[in-house]
T-cell receptor
Framework: DQQVKQNSPSLSVQEGRISILNCDYT??????FLWYKKYPAEGPTFLIS?????DKNEDGRFTVFLNKSAKHLSLHIVPSQPGDSAVYFC???????????FGEGTQLTVNP | NAGVTQTPKFQVLKTGQSMTLQCAQD?????MSWYRQDPGMGLRLIHY???????DQGEVPNGYNVSRSTTEDFPLRLLSAAPSQTSVYFC????????????FGPGTRLTVL
């Protein structure tokens, strides 16, 4: 039972354009959502998060949108840069401490 | 401040062998966890701990043991390695709150032959 799903294994965009990564969840108990970025041979690093009481959170080039009724969140990167090329994981928590449930990940490639 | 450290970085085992993956953090975090990353499956929680002396199972605990005798250390033991345990293992730590950021170690790449 995959409670957090990222349906796109990969995404390719041109430098300077917008990257949109999507994530769906099924568990209504989730109340906090995060995006992590992972480069090869490194551990995931925290990128941005959003609480369920908000529908948008912005940090520089990164914006996360949350649609609770659709159980859907998305990460927008504008403008995309080659250094953004990485695997992006969506994660959710709720109900008990910091236990996270991750999606499968999306490989983003930003072409110069 | 080293953050979360993991040793070894790489390990090759034969089926049936046992070993311990080490994880340590110097941020005085209460919450620590172990994940495995497999292609197309994201990160799956193996075991976690909300404080010294307290551990619990995650999503895929079979074949693994943990203990938490100190706040800093959270070792993961493979009791009898199997090829299905070939994976990349990540340790993470954070405060106990839902909104606390989890910090990940660099990972251990394990191959079981």
């Amino acid at each position: 039972d995959q409670q957090v799903k990222q349906n796109s294994p990969s995404l390719s965009v041109q430098e300077g354009r917008i990257s949109i990564l999507n994530c769906d969840y099924t568990n209504s108990m989730f109340d906090y959502f995060l995006w992590y970025k992972k480069y090869p041979a490194e551990g995931p690093t925290f990128l941005i998060s959003i609480s369920s009481i908000k529908d948008k959170n912005e940090d520089g080039r990164f914006t996360v949108f949350l649609n609770k009724s659709a159980k859907h969140l998305s990460l927008h990167i504008v403008p995309s840069q080659p250094g953004d090329s990485a695997v992006y994981f969506c994660a959710a928590s709720g109900g008990y401490g910091s236990r996270l449930t991750f999606g499968e990940g999306t490989q983003l490639t930003v072409n110069p | 401040n080293a953050g979360v450290t993991q040793t070894p970085k790489f390990q090759v085992l034969k089926t049936g062998q046992s070993m311990t993956l080490q994880c340590a953090q110097d941020m005085n975090h209460e919450y620590m966890s172990w994940y495995r990353q497999d292609p197309g499956m994201g990160l799956r929680l193996i075991h976690y701990s909300v404080g010294a002396g307290i551990t619990d199972q995650g999503e895929v605990p079979n074949g693994y043991n943990v203990s938490r005798s100190t706040t800093e250390d959270f070792p993961l033991r493979l009791l009898s390695a199997a090829p299905s345990q070939t994976s990349v293992y990540f340790c993470a730590s954070s405060g106990r709150g839902t909104a606390d950021t989890q910090y990940f170690g660099p990972g251990t790449r394990l191959t079981v032959l």
